[in-house]
C-alpha cells in the first residue's frame, strides 16, 4: 500500500503533550522530537496562542516544559533492573551500537543510562523494551545495515521516531528526528541500507502478514501483554 506520511507529530499531539495528555510513552517519543529538531519554542509559543486563556503559562515557558519534566515523570515510576549488553558507556548520553556511538535526546538517555537489555528478533533487528506505562508497549528498535522488518500492519497506532541512521518504506525515507505515525490503514515493510536505531511507541501488538513471519503474531501479543501489564 502506498501512502504519504508526515515527518512531524500532528499538531493535536503536540498540544497534549504540553497539556500532559499523553501517556508517558508517547510524551518520551514527542519531548525527544521537539529536542531533536530543536523545536520546543516555536511548539510552546503555538500551543500558547491556540490555547489562549484556557492555560496560564509564563514567559518561561520553554523552561518550564522541557523534557526534564518528563524525565522527572519517567525516574518516579519503578523501573525493571535491566543491564546492557553492549560496552560500558563512557558518557550516559550515547549508546553503541556495533561500531556506531549514537548520541540520544536527554530523555531518552534517562532512561537508557539504567542500561538495556537487548533481544535479537529476526532477520538483523534487535529491540529493547521499556517499561514507562501500562497503555503502551515502548522500546529501542535497531535495524541492521541490510536488514528489514516482515511486512505488517498494524491493529492500533504506533509511533516512531528516528535517532539515527535512516530507513525507508512505501512512504519514503527517514532521518534522524522524523516523527512517523502508522495505524491500521498502514501496511509497510521498513528497510535499511545504513542501519537504523528507533525509538517505537505501540497501542496495540502489530501483525505481520506475509511469509514464516507470521508464525510470530502470537509472540507479538505476548510481548505486548507482557509489556503493558
Avoid at 168 to 197: I, K, M, T, W
Wanted: one cysteine or more; aromatic letters at 8%; hydrophobic letters at 35%.
Amino acid at each position: 500500500m502506498n501512502f504519504v506520511a508526515s515527518h512531524e507529530p500532528p499538531p493535536e499531539m503536540v498540544e497534549d503533550f504540553f497539556r500532559g495528555n499523553l501517556s508517558t510513552g508517547l510524551s518520551v517519543a514527542v519531548s525527544a522530537h521537539l529536542e531533536m529538531s530543536g523545536g520546543y519554542a516555536s511548539a510552546c509559543q503555538s500551543v500558547e496562542s491556540k490555547i489562549g486563556d484556557d492555560w496560564e503559562i509564563g514567559s518561561d515557558c520553554k523552561e518550564s516544559l522541557d523534557a526534564a519534566a518528563v524525565v522527572k515523570k519517567i525516574t518516579s515510576q519503578p523501573q525493571a533492573s535491566i543491564h546492557d549488553i553492549s560496552e560500558k558507556r563512557s558518557r550516559p548520553t550515547e549508546m553503541h551500537m556495533l561500531e556506531r556511538s549514537i548520541k540520544l535526546p536527554k530523555v531518552l538517555a534517562k532512561v537508557a543510562s539504567e542500561g538495556l537489555v537487548w533481544k535479537n528478533l529476526a532477520g538483523g533487528i534487535s529491540s529493547a523494551l521499556l517499561k514507562l506505562d501500562d497503555k503502551t508497549q515502548c522500546e529501542f528498535l535497531y535495524i541492521k545495515p541490510g536488514a528489514k522488518v516482515p511486512l505488517h500492519r498494524h491493529q492500533g497506532n504506533e509511533f516512531t521516531l528516528v535517532l539515527d541512521g535512516s530507513f525507508h518504506d512505501a512512504g519514503g525515507e527517514y532521518h534522524p528526528a522524523d516523527f512517523l505515525v502508522r495505524n491500521g490503514d498502514h501496511q509497510h515493510q521498513p528497510a535499511s541500507e545504513e542501519g537504523c536505531l528507533c525509538f517505537s511507541v505501540l497501542d496495540s501488538p502489530l501483525k505481520f502478514t506475509s511469509g514464516l513471519a507470521r508464525l510470530f503474531n502470537p509472540l507479538n501479543k505476548y510481548r505486548f501483554r507482557r509489556a503493558t501489564s
